[in-house]
């Protein structure tokens, strides 16, 4: 469920950021160079990623991950047919929800 913000901007859900988290995580596992981007980055390894993915709180970082790099952003929300916009507010809305604070 997407909820404005007062700025017109429409915020989405939890379940709807985690969905997109999820997308983000297929994006970057299918792409050989991405997962090793993000696996040096966060420090986890591959067999690590399964029991991290259980925690919601691992998209948070996940978003952030492509938040760091447009043209990753870009290209991961051309794909997921989403705004790179999106992906912010889906980010924000995850920090708010599991104290994930933003770097």
Known sequence: ???TDGSGAEKPGVEASVAIGVKALQ???GDPTQIQRFLALSGL???QLRAAAAEPAF???L???L???EPTLLAFAEQADVTPEAVARARER???SFDAVPR
């Open 1 to 3: 469920m997407l909820k």
């Open 27 to 29: 994006f970057v596992a």
């Open 45 to 47: 390894e591959v067999g």
């Open 59 to 61: 998209f948070a970082g």
């Open 63 to 65: 978003l952030d991950f």
């Open 67 to 69: 938040l760091g790099h």
């Open 94 to 96: 995850l920090g708010q």
